[in-house]
């Protein structure tokens, strides 16, 4: 008995480890499209335990999910509020640039032009 659930145990593992991890849609979006590598939850601070969603760490580029907008989430409470400014204060006085955007337009082409303008430092009112 004892060994069959060690050789299931051992099954178990050899099909988990030969999954390849998941990819996220948009850091993949990112690297054909854009031609950059995009890091999703990227911790920028050295002692808080801050992470942007998004991150092009080569041009200090941040991209920040705004979800619960209509929901009443995290971000639109004042606690989450508050807390997001001292996020984004303090990421750009570490040179970072901070955009924001809602689930709803990550993968839209003004997202993706936001970011394309970004890493170009090319804009045009």
């Not at 911790?43 to 580029?61: G, L, Q, T």
């Not at 303090?90 to 032009?113: H, I």
Request: hydrophobic share 35%.
């Amino acid at each position: 008995m004892k060994a069959d659930k060690s050789i299931a145990k051992t099954k178990k593992s050899r099909q988990t480890a030969a999954k390849p991890p998941m990819r996220d849609v948009f850091t993949v979006i990112c690297k054909t499209d854009l031609k950059v590598e995009c890091v999703k939850e990227f911790k920028f601070h050295p002692v808080r335990k801050w992470r942007f969603d998004y991150a092009v760490p080569e041009h200090k580029i941040a991209l920040e999910v705004e979800g619960g907008v209509w929901t009443g989430g995290r971000h639109t409470s004042p606690k989450g509020f508050l807390g997001d400014i001292e996020k984004y204060n303090t990421a750009t006085l570490m040179g970072w640039r901070v955009f924001r955007t809602t689930p709803d337009d990550l993968y839209k082409k003004k997202t993706l032009d936001l970011m394309k303008s970004a890493i170009l430092n090319d804009f045009t009112p």
